[in-house]
């Protein structure tokens, strides 16, 4: 039996995307929220070339998607329920067995117990059931957003998410190899070590560091004064290099401030790759998010790079790719 994990340059067969539709989470960032979302469904399905899905997570959501985005070609918007939009981390990770179609779902705690709500939990099962694609449950916890594929065996990770002691106790970094080989059919794991500061899954690599090519990955370099994520960057790209990676440096937001007064997990890593283009989040305007544009744009030579902003989703801790999650034709 084979297994793998196609890498997210493949052709896909839909792009699942969870629409904000909590008031109780979102509060006055809602309606931002919304808009930012809606704005990343027409580029998906738009230059992006994407069959979007988009996940309402309850009526009044369903009935905010469908004002903003009911005349949208090639918009499908799904009623499902979900705790909140992070799909990548909820949501299955979709396999080839032996050539045919499955979903990987795991075990989800709420980040480390963070955040535990209500048909979170549900929605790997829910995604399967409406690509009619067969849902294998693995017993491990583990969110999308804490691994990336290359699409030939390779796994890149964090050790301080996927060995944190507040998801699989005990964890060793063999018990995890062995667990992405069974699931992913996973013949290497690259792992990295600490992720963004104030980052509230404990690091999840789509924050990070990424694949974007055989053998070439992307991770951050610091833009201007008071990144605090230098060290973090820096080290990543060290242990990429050293696994023999092509390594390209993508200039980071630099400082961007949380509600709360500190760093938020901004990152121009969590881009999206859709069949016809690259969506970066950007989080303010200036030459950081435009020369990181230019990097991306350097690697995807045959995508259109759009820029798109992703501010209010970012207060919710995450953005474009922490919400979607390919389903790979």
């Not at 009935?63 to 499908?76: I, K, P, T, Y």
């Not at 705790?83 to 080839?96: A, Q």
């Not at 829910?126 to 067969?134: F, L, M, P, R």
Request: include cysteine.
């Amino acid at each position: 039996m084979t297994v793998l994990v196609p890498a997210e340059w493949a052709p896909h067969r839909a792009m699942w995307l969870g629409f904000p539709s909590h008031e109780e989470l979102w509060r006055e960032d809602l309606r931002q929220a919304q808009q930012e979302v809606a704005a990343l469904a027409r580029a998906l399905a738009g230059p992006g070339g994407e069959r979007v899905r988009l996940m309402t997570g309850g009526e009044a959501g369903e009935a905010d998607a469908r004002a903003l985005l009911g005349d949208a070609a090639g918009v499908e918007i799904v009623p499902g329920r979900f705790g909140d939009i992070w799909l990548r981390d909820t949501g299955p990770i979709f396999v080839k067995q032996d050539g045919a179609d499955l979903a990987q779902g795991f075990r989800f705690n709420g980040w480390g117990g963070k955040y535990v709500y209500a048909h979170d939990n549900e929605v790997a099962g829910q995604i399967a059931d409406a690509s009619g694609v067969a849902l294998n449950a693995n017993d491990f916890i583990l969110e999308g957003g804490a691994v990336d594929h290359d699409g030939a065996g390779s796994v890149l990770t964090t050790g301080q998410c996927v060995l944190n002691p507040n998801r699989n106790a005990g964890w060793t970094q063999a018990d995890a190899e062995a667990a992405f080989a069974r699931a992913f059919g996973a013949t290497r794991t690259i792992w990295l070590g600490e992720g963004l500061a104030n980052d509230h899954t404990d690091g999840h690599v789509d924050n990070l560091a990424r694949f974007v090519a055989p053998g070439v990955a992307v991770c951050p370099v610091a833009y201007g004064r008071g990144d605090v994520n230098a060290d973090a960057y820096d080290d990543a790209a060290r242990r990429l290099a050293e696994a023999g990676l092509k390594v390209v440096r993508v200039p980071s937001p630099g400082w961007i401030e949380s509600a709360e007064g500190g760093p938020a997990p901004a990152s121009h890593m969590n881009f999206i790759i859709a069949n016809g283009a690259v969506v970066m989040p950007t989080y303010k305007p200036g030459q950081a998010a435009e020369l990181a544009a230019q990097a991306l744009q350097s690697v995807f030579p045959g995508r259109k790079v759009i820029s798109l902003p992703s501010n209010a989703i970012l207060t919710g801790g995450g953005s474009f790719h922490c919400i979607t999650q390919q389903e790979p034709a």
